[in-house]
């Protein structure tokens, strides 16, 4: 069994910051990347960022310079810092994981909400 937990979604003011985290435990063979995907009432899922084993990063363009996604390997933890938050942030957040056999799990996913 694979367990991806999520925390750290909530309610913020517009401009406010939020941190997410994501646990990831179980029969996950070296999580070669992590990420976080974000729905919006009637949207399709969207990539926000994801992050490599290496360190390398991949942001959905308009994020950049708002969101911020690192990963702890030895606690097998993938992080996104979210600034200046707006309200067309708010989505249901799912955490991401593929692994070494590329393998896609998810999380069961936190709910964000940017009030203006």
């Known amino acids: 069994q694979v367990q991806l937990v999520e925390s750290g979604g909530g309610l913020v003011q517009a401009g406010g910051s939020l941190r997410l985290s994501c646990a990831a435990s179980g029969r996950i063979f070296s999580m070669k990347v992590m990420g976080w995907y974000r729905q919006a009432p009637g949207k399709e899922r969207e990539l926000v960022a994801a992050i490599t084993r290496g360190g390398i990063t991949n942001y959905e363009n308009s994020l950049k310079g708002r969101f911020t996604i690192s990963r702890d390997n030895a606690k097998n933890t993938v992080y996104l810092q979210m600034n200046s938050l707006k309200p067309e942030d708010t989505a249901v957040y799912y955490c991401?994981?593929?692994?070494?056999?590329?393998?896609?799990?998810w999380g069961q996913g936190t709910q964000v909400t940017v009030s203006s």
């Open positions: 991401n994981v593929v692994d070494a056999y590329s393998i896609t799990w």
